[in-house]
T-cell receptor, first 110, second 113 residues
């Protein structure tokens, strides 16, 4: 049981490039989330999913897209990367009330 | 919308002293309040949580209290140690928002030896 995993750990993107941040969990959790954490700041919800095939926007969805084709995977897509998307991205999953976070992906857009 | 306010933003204490962090929430129907600890460069880790039908919960040196009438909850750390230095986040689950958590802005705690 690996919990919540994320890849890559770190990535540098040029402005305008695209990439997909991967998130997977092996705990059969229905609820999954993507947060971003800017330096020295709190957690902002980007997108979330309540189950396979169902996704919804959080408070900061602009510039991102998600999909949830399986219970295990919840990738986050960045199209046309901008410097404002420089951040640490955390994926999380929940069963019941407890939310578990992945180790994070540090993204630098230059 | 849902809102969680957390104070103070930074807290410096002497080793062995107590630390208290306070959070207020906006939705009186909120029913679950977790606290997370985030060490530098690491993921947030759940350290304690409390549900709306409980007023206080303790786990060794940490405790959380909930005042539903005033819509605030607090984290208490007693006999602080250097390893307690981290950023602490409170959160609230708002019933109207499904199972989502809304996080406070965080408190950076520094325990001085």
């Amino acid at each position: 049981n690996a919990g919540v995993t994320q890849t890559p750990k770190f990535r540098i993107l040029k402005i305008g490039q695209s990439m997909t941040l991967q998130c997977a969990q092996d705990m059969n959790h229905n609820y999954m989330y993507w947060y971003r954490q800017d330096p020295g700041m709190g957690l902002k919800l980007i997108y979330y999913s309540v189950g396979a095939g169902i996704t919804d926007k959080g408070e900061v969805p602009n510039g991102y897209n998600v999909s949830r084709s399986t219970t295990e995977d919840f990738p986050l897509r960045l199209e046309l990367a901008a410097p404002s998307q420089t951040s640490v991205y955390f994926c999380a999953s929940t069963i019941g009330e407890t939310q578990y976070f992945g180790p994070g992906t540090r993204l630098l857009v230059l | 919308g849902e809102n969680v306010e957390q104070h103070p933003s930074t807290l410096s204490v002497q080793e062995g002293d107590s630390a208290v962090i306070k959070c207020t929430y906006s939705d009186s129907a909120s029913n679950y309040f977790p606290w997370y600890k985030q060490e530098l460069g690491k993921r947030p880790q759940l350290i304690i949580d409390i549900r709306s039908n409980v007023g206080e919960k303790k786990d060794q040196r940490i405790a959380v209290t909930l005042n539903k009438t005033a819509k605030h909850f607090s984290l208490h750390i007693t006999e602080t140690q250097p390893e307690d230095s981290a950023v602490y986040f409170c959160a609230a689950r708002f019933k109207a928002a499904g199972n989502k958590l809304t996080f406070g802005g965080g408190t950076r705690v520094l325990v001085k030896p």
